[in-house]
Every structure is written in C-alpha cells, then in structure tokens.
C-alpha cells in the first residue's frame, strides 16, 4: 500500500463550523466584564424590571398629591420618614420612587424609540445615497450637510417650542434632527462597498441594485453602525431630559426626569432628595448603557481589526 493509499483512506477532518462577524461581536464583548456590569444593571437589577414591573403592581400613585405627607426624606436619613416612601416624597406629598420610575420608563422610551427611528431613517438615506450615487447622492448629501450645520438642540427646542410636545412628538422631533450623521457614515460605508468584486459579480449576472443592497451589502453595512448606535440611546435620554427641564418635554402631570429637577430647584437645600433621585437613576441608566455601549464598540474594533 503506497503513501499515497494511506492518505486517500484517512477520514476528511470535518470542518470548523464559524461564526457570522456579528456573533463574534457579541461573544467578544460579552466577555469584558464592562459589558456584564451595564447588562446586569440595566436589564436585572433596577432599570427595565423595576421600570416596567413596579408601578404596575404598587398601590401608589406617582400624580396623586397629599400635602400632609410632602417633604419626606428618604428612610434612615432624617426625622420624618417611612417605609412607605423609601425615596422620600417631594413639595407636594407624590413618592419619588414611583416618579422616578416612571420618569425613567419614558425616558427609556424615547430613548429607544429615537434611536430606532433614526437608524432606519438614516442608514436608509445613507445606502440608498451611496448605491444609487449621481444626482441622489448629490440632493441627500446636501441636506444632510444643510441639517448638520444646525445644533440638534437648537432644531428640537425651536420645533417642540411651537408645538404642543408629547411622547410621539419629542421621539420625531429628535429623530429628524438626528438622522443626518448616521446618513453620511452609512453613505461612504455603501460608496466602499458598491465597488468590491462581489457587487460587480451580482450585476454581471443580472442582480438589480435593490436585490444587491437590500440582500448582500445591507446585512455587511449596518450590524457595525447598529451596535455603535447603542451609545445613541444614552445621547436621546439626556436630550429627553435637557427638553423636560427646559419645559418642552413630557408635560405635567406625567413626571420625567427633566421636569421632576427644575420644579425641585428651590428645594435644593431643605429637600435635596427631590432633585438627587432622578439624577440618580439617570446617571445609573447613563452608566450601564454606556458599559454596554462602549464594549460592543471595543469589540467591533477589535474583530474587524483582526485582533
């Protein structure tokens, strides 16, 4: 029997079986612990759960108002306190807790909604620019230009100031006025990608240009921007709450986090805990979103870096 019997007759070895880039992704940043901490605090411990579960099943009202109750300070840290409302109460007797929670439920709304809206309406731009090109490009990458120039901010307060703002129309509002940079970075993405080999190949044997997007140049574009984009959720939160202090956010009775500390600014000294426990549960949904955000981000770098 010749060496080369020997090697026909071995058992083919069965092949690896890999990975798509995107479960690399995931499974790379699932195992820095930054990703674990923001994961187990956002989705377990007091954010979504407590958000969503809470008010639900408690018998206190985050609107009702009793006088004889107000300025209760939170448990163990002051002479007037209760179980009852372990966060204190504010000027007017409404728990915190429970405004807080709600506050945050919207918050994460708007948040989430926002960023949704503004990935699909921008990368829908941005490829559709980038594909097609010619005189398309040329009108969408001019309105993008134009809208960059003007500050998100700016552009929020000055429509929300002349409309009567609500959930539906503060998550447009910040959606427009957040799609043009996800349009520019989605656009040269789409530019690169137009002319690989594999695109040319498609078309040689008669792909047309949505088939090609829509099928083979989408799913390669969008996973990186998309997990990128969760950063954005923690941006449209804090522009959810700079719009509520300013008065053009959720408005009363419904609490948000914005609202809830300007009305508290006269208390600041006498009831300090009015204005600290929205701040508190901000700055905690703020911190596991950006954990989990700038992990995914590490990640991505690394994977695609070849690292």
Avoid at 4 to 23: D, F, G, H, K, M
Avoid at 36 to 62: D, H, N, R, T, W
Avoid at 131 to 150: C, E, H, N, P, Y
Avoid at 165 to 192: F, N
Wanted: charged residues 15%.
């Amino acid at each position: 029997m010749t060496a080369t019997t020997i090697i026909a007759e071995e058992p083919a070895l069965p092949a690896a079986p890999t990975r798509s880039v995107n479960r690399r992704i995931m499974a790379a940043a699932w195992r820095m612990p930054s990703f674990k901490i923001g994961f187990i605090i956002f989705m377990v411990l007091v954010l979504v759960l407590a958000s969503a579960i809470y008010p639900e099943v408690s018998s206190i009202s985050a609107t009702k108002m009793v006088v004889k109750d107000k300025f209760m300070s939170p448990v163990f840290l002051g002479d007037k306190w209760t179980w009852d409302h372990p966060l204190g109460t504010d000027q007017l007797g409404r728990d915190m807790l429970m405004r807080s929670l709600i506050g945050l439920r919207y918050s994460l709304l708007v948040g989430v909604v926002t960023v949704l809206l503004i990935f699909v309406i921008g990368c829908g731009l941005g490829l559709f620019a980038g594909f097609k090109g010619k005189w398309w490009d040329t009108v969408i990458m001019r309105i993008t230009d134009a809208q960059l120039s003007i500050p998100m901010i700016i552009l929020a307060i000055t429509i929300l100031g002349v409309s009567r703002p609500t959930v539906p129309t503060i998550i447009i509002v910040l959606a427009l006025s957040g799609w043009p940079l996800y349009a520019r970075v989605t656009r040269s993405a789409a530019v690169t990608e137009r002319g690989k080999e594999y695109v040319r190949g498609l078309r040689v044997l008669g792909a047309g240009d949505w088939r090609i997007l829509f099928l083979f140049a989408a799913p390669n574009i969008l996973p990186p921007i998309a997990f990128v984009a969760v950063l954005d959720v923690a941006r449209m939160m804090i522009f959810e709450a700079i719009l509520g202090f300013l008065g053009l956010g959720i408005q009363p009775p419904t609490p948000s986090f914005g609202s809830i500390i300007a009305d508290s600014r006269k208390y600041l000294i006498n009831a300090w805990w009015i204005a600290t426990t929205p701040g508190v549960f901000l700055a905690i949904a703020l911190t596991s979103i950006n954990l989990m955000g700038s992990a995914l981000e590490k990640a991505r770098n690394r994977i695609y870096g070849g690292l």
